[in-house]
């Protein structure tokens, strides 16, 4: 539908769309599903800042939240973006700033539904993102991601596995 809407290209039926997805995004009975795609839609149009996304992904990643919501909401809001993440910076830096930003104990609790919505993509999209993850360097200073030019082989024996485990890649 969005596409639709796009192609349409009528300004007063796309400001319904946009206030209809926005309804999906903070309507209470709305599926997490549902919720986490109109959270992307919003955040893609330039309908919500970083900073404001960086709250929402916090917010649904919070303990209140069941585990299988969180999954679903996540599902929603990275659907089908294995090629996005690799291509949109502004993206990227946001969910990595914010996987950078979570704490052991919750990233470990999300790290199955993270894996689960990773595994989606396919095998290119995943390596891709891999070597994004590790060379990627922001070319947006408020927000930069240094890349490290050396490494600790005993840090990098513990993070390493983990990331792979992460994003569904085998290692042998």
């Not at 595994?119 to 891999?130: A, N, V």
């Not at 994004?132 to 390493?160: L, M, N, R």
Request: charged content about 25%; hydrophobic content about 40%; overall charge negative.
């Amino acid at each position: 539908m969005d596409y639709a809407m796009a192609t349409l290209n009528d300004s007063e039926m796309s400001d319904m769309w946009k206030e209809f997805i926005r309804q999906m995004q903070h309507t209470a009975h709305v599926h997490p599903l549902l919720s986490g795609y109109a959270s992307r839609l919003m955040y893609d149009k330039g309908e919500i800042a970083p900073e404001a996304m960086q709250h929402t992904l916090s917010f649904y990643s919070s303990v209140g939240n069941s585990p299988s919501d969180m999954a679903y909401w996540f599902e929603g809001f990275l659907r089908s973006s294995g090629s996005i993440l690799l291509m949109d910076d502004k993206l990227w830096n946001l969910i990595n700033t914010w996987v950078c930003g979570l704490e052991e104990e919750t990233f470990m609790e999300l790290l199955p539904i993270l894996r689960r919505t990773f595994s989606e993509f396919t095998s290119p999209e995943r390596r891709k993102l891999d070597e994004k993850a590790k060379y990627y360097q922001s070319t947006d200073t408020t927000v930069a991601v240094p890349v490290a030019t050396g490494y600790h082989a005993e840090d990098a024996s513990q993070v390493v596995p983990l990331v792979c485990r992460l994003l569904g890649i085998k290692t042998e």
